[in-house]
């Protein structure tokens, strides 16, 4: 049972309210302007190191962890060399937002109006806009390719090496970095080196004031367990980091720490803390072989650690709020799964992570677990216990598939059986990988096919041409359909180089980059290519709407000719609304869809994953060559809540979809069209090439409430959980959530703050969502079993 001081905690990260907080964006600005001409990456370290030691620190009275990120709880920073413009355009309307509001106060709208002048024209996004192409432009028009945040924000989408990080401390990579200091280098390392010792000096000195306020508050504070927590907190503050982690308690707060330094150095997102519970093991086993800790003093460390996660954010521009709602962060935490050596990783932080995450029920960390063939079944079991209470957690990931996609871009076994999700659903190697897993450059493939059934289409007769030519058999569309897809393909991944290279300049994070392998050998940052592994990804939304709606043109068109070109693109141009276009309509609604077992359509939609797949090995990113020992693209489903807004862009398409509802999210199934239960679905999604798509293949389902409340029903899920895994299925994810509760949210949201749905490849409170998001969710497939 959660205690009342952890329920005081929980309850107010969940009725916290985001606001605007101007206080790194004046800080940032006033030492930028003091280091005029000096390398861009110095000016980065020491706008972040003055910034920790001048911005205001808090404690949260209920809180055995500490650590802000902003002036106040859920509050988002303004990071203005990214971009400003979007902020000052917006500054009236943050609280006029029908999703992810936030609320700004006039002297926070001043403070930023007055420092916007200085960085206009200089930013992140001024940069990527100066170097666009015609190309990218127009497909940004058409509604095929979206930038989001990489062309105005920091990367994140970054999992530090806690291991050494907790081993070594930050004052020995100082040292390192003099040493370093001491040996032949170019400028851009030495300015590297330099970089390093100032941010990480500056996160010593940050975390020293708070073992002073910390000293402060013991001294007013009349409770004498507080009192006694507040001096255990200020001893261990005042020297943390100096050397290694020496207990469990300083472990668990470092690896926070190292989180929130990471979001105050960079507005990325999914800032991740990788396979927690493997890591922090020894400290644990430390500490209770000397018996300085109970397992109830451990699961309530851990606890406040997760609930603390709640008091962190970020703002978006509303443009980009479409595409990612929820005020998500995506820190990723995980648990279970095997070791580098092949053996079973559970262990007893395994369990106490999952109760943590049943005591705190929050969207953040976004929780996942790993399983495999030998996974104990008390583990399963556990999982279970949490995904039935309807919070969207854990999401389940299987190690035999997501290891061997990892192998195949040429990464070693042991390396890749320590993988863990980044983000949504993302997948890569803790403290090895560079940025950005996936979510570069979203492709709406809705969009693209619209596209090419329309400027394909003779307009005088009808026919569907190619190159001039009417397409007369269905491999002849299909032909078309790639030619599309990689002239799209190829002007996305241009769109990312451009992007790229901004990054590598403004997103200089000397910080984050040291604590990853490879960039303190290599003298460079994450971006110039100081990474072990360099493997990213886009975002492609509509798999499933492309595949059924080439089944219904290859079915009525040109296998039982029941329907001609124009018939069918007369009833979708005009949304489907004339009696005949209904009546059309409702014969391609009766046609299979993908999700139901079907292996016709299953296939084409096996066909369009491959279409994109086999491009893959003609892309390269800009840091190929530059030190990474593995660099390529791969292919991910994780597209967050981009698939809601990509289809307002697209109108109606062949599978009987209406004009501007939304696409299909991952690899699910269009919402609503899987109607043989959840065994069907996932023979579907075994048919796909899951293997392939190696940086995180989404699967979202839904499930009735009754049909876990049993025992016996749990048990049936978790065998459920095992087939899943025997027939490759990559991932899966659940809401266990009526569609009625969820109605019943939409027009009471004040009494359903609790409500924690999973939306995409992370969760977040479902009143805070825009109703279009809202009504994707409810449109999903309630499952039985």
């Not at 050596?341 to 395994?350: A, I």
């Not at 086999?614 to 994780?638: A, D, K, N, W």
């Amino acid at each position: 049972m959660i205690n009342e001081r952890m329920k005081r905690l929980r309850e107010k990260m969940e009725k916290r309210k985001a606001t605007i907080c101007s206080q790194r964006a004046v800080l940032y600005t006033r030492s930028f302007q003091q280091t005029e001409g000096e390398p861009y990456i110095l000016r980065k370290a020491k706008a972040f190191a003055y910034t920790l030691e001048h911005m205001t620190i808090y404690m949260e009275p209920d809180s055995l962890i500490f650590g802000n990120q902003a002036s106040h709880n859920f509050a988002a920073p303004i990071f203005p060399e990214y971009s400003i413009q979007w902020v000052i355009d917006e500054l009236d309307t943050f609280e006029k937002r029908s999703g992810d509001i936030f609320y700004i106060d006039q002297q926070t709208k001043s403070d930023l109006r007055s420092i916007a002048p200085y960085w206009q024209g200089h930013t992140h996004e001024d940069r990527v806009n100066a170097h666009l192409t015609d190309s990218i432009r127009m497909a940004e028009k058409q509604g095929v390719l979206h930038r989001g945040g990489i062309s105005m924000s920091g990367d994140g989408h970054i999992v530090p090496d806690h291991e050494m990080a907790l081993k070594q401390g930050f004052r020995a990579i100082i040292d390192e970095a003099k040493t370093k200091l001491n040996t032949e280098l170019s400028d851009e390392q030495k300015a590297f080196y330099q970089s390093v010792i100032i941010s990480l000096e500056g996160a010593l000195t940050y975390f020293k004031r708070y073992g002073k306020l910390a000293k402060e508050l013991s001294i007013k504070e009349t409770n004498p367990n507080r009192k006694q927590e507040y001096e255990v907190m200020s001893t261990m503050a005042m020297t943390m980091m100096e050397q290694g982690a020496r207990s469990f308690y300083e472990a668990v707060e470092v690896t926070y720490m190292i989180h929130v330094l990471q979001m105050i150095e960079s507005n990325g997102h999914s800032f991740c803390y990788g396979r927690f519970d493997q890591y922090l093991y020894p400290y644990y086993q430390q500490d209770r072989k000397s018996g300085l800790l109970t397992p109830e003093k451990a699961l309530e460390i851990i606890t406040h650690m997760f609930i603390m996660n709640s008091s962190l954010n970020k703002v978006r521009p509303y443009g980009h709020t479409k595409f990612s709602q929820g005020y998500p962060l995506y820190s990723n935490l995980v648990v279970g799964g095997l070791k580098p050596d092949g053996s079973d990783g559970t262990n007893d932080l395994t369990y106490m992570c999952i109760e943590a995450m049943h005591q705190c029920r929050l969207s953040e960390p976004n929780f996942s677990a790993r399983y495999h063939a030998n996974s104990p079944r008390s583990y399963l079991r556990a999982c279970a216990k949490l995904i039935r209470t309807g919070c969207g957690m854990p999401s389940m990931f299987n190690d035999a598939i997501v290891a061997k996609g990892i192998m195949d871009l040429g990464i070693c076994k042991e390396d890749a059986l320590d993988y863990c999700p980044i983000g949504c659903v993302e997948t890569g190697v803790p403290g090895k990988y560079g940025h950005r897993a996936t979510g570069m450059t979203y492709v709406n493939w809705g969009k693209v096919l619209e596209i090419m059934l329309h400027d394909g289409v003779d307009p005088n007769t009808g026919i569907c041409m190619l190159k001039g030519k009417p397409k007369e058999t269905y491999d002849q569309l299909w032909a078309e359909w790639k030619r599309y897809l990689k002239f799209y393909s190829d002007i996305s991944v241009a769109c990312d180089a451009i992007c790229d290279e901004s990054l590598e300049i403004y997103d200089a994070d000397p910080l984050a980059s040291c604590l990853i392998q490879n960039a303190m050998k290599l003298g460079k940052t994450l971006k110039q290519g100081g990474c072990k592994y360099d493997v990213i990804s886009q975002s492609n939304i509509g798999p499933s709407v492309v595949g059924n709606s080439l089944y219904t043109i290859k079915k009525l068109v040109y296998e039982d000719h029941t329907l001609t070109w124009e018939q069918l693109l007369n009833a979708m141009d005009e949304n489907w609304q004339s009696e005949e276009s209904m009546r059309i309509r409702n014969k391609i609604l009766r046609l299979p869809k993908f999700g139901n077992d079907i292996d016709d359509v299953d296939q084409i939609v096996a066909d369009v994953f491959d279409s994109y797949l086999e491009l893959l090995p003609f892309y390269h990113t800009i840091r190929q060559g530059r030190g990474p020992e593995v660099s390529c693209y791969t292919m991910s489903t994780s597209n967050i809540t981009s698939y809601v807004p990509n289809g307002f862009v697209v109108g109606a398409t062949p599978d009987g979809r209406m004009a501007g509802s939304p696409l299909n999210e991952g690899c699910s199934p269009t919402q609503g069209t899987d109607q043989t239960g959840p065994t069907a679905l996932i023979n579907s999604v075994s048919k796909l090439p899951n293997v392939r798509v190696a940086a995180g293949q989404l699967l979202n389902m839904r499930l009735s409430p009754q049909t876990l409340a049993k025992e016996a029903d749990l048990e049936r899920f978790i065998d459920f959980l095992i087939v899943s895994a025997k027939k490759g299925i990559y991932h899966n994810q659940f809401n266990v959530v009526s569609s009625q509760e969820l109605k019943e949210a939409q027009k009471y949201p004040e009494k359903h703050t609790d409500l924690i749905v999973r939306v995409a490849g992370y969760c977040a409170q479902f009143v805070s969502l825009m109703p279009e998001a809202q009504n994707a969710i409810i449109a999903r497939t309630e499952n039985t079993f």
